[in-house]
């Protein structure tokens, strides 16, 4: 089992930078594939990126893809998601999941962090 703490959200301007964390508390992150997903207030949630747990292959919907960047670091036991030039429509929380290897096609994600809120604004 795996716990997960998003850390790094934040208020920032349109056309601005954050860089999110998706660490383990407890349990190893390379075990398992990590996706990024968001939820705004009155929308669904969407998936926007997964990196896999071998080879750290990435992948990213339409609306970010160009813009955010998946990495994960096992030495560190954390996935980061650096976003790039934000826009107001990015605006949500933020959550990381983690699931079997295979989770960024089959999206069987197991355990889920608590979410960070971005905010998009100027």
């Known amino acids: 089992q795996v716990q997960l703490v998003e850390s790094g959200g934040g208020l920032v301007q349109p056309g601005g930078s954050l860089r999110l964390s998706c660490a383990a508390s407890?349990?190893?992150?390379?075990?398992?594939?990590i996706g990024w997903f968001r939820q705004a207030p009155g929308k669904e949630r969407e998936w926007i990126s997964c990196?896999?747990?071998?080879?750290?292959?990435?992948y990213y919907s339409d609306s970010v893809k160009g813009r955010f960047t998946i990495s994960r670091d096992n030495a560190k036991n954390t996935v980061y998601l650096q976003m790039n030039s934000l826009k107001p429509g990015d605006t949500a929380v933020y959550l990381c999941?983690?699931?079997?290897?295979?989770?960024?096609?089959?999206?069987?994600?197991?355990?889920w962090g608590q979410g960070t809120q971005v905010t998009v604004s100027s």
């Open positions: 999941a983690a699931g079997v290897p295979g989770a960024c096609r089959s999206k069987e994600y197991r355990y």
């Open positions: 407890r349990g190893f992150l390379g075990y398992y594939a």
């Open positions: 990196v896999t747990a071998s080879s750290g292959s990435t």
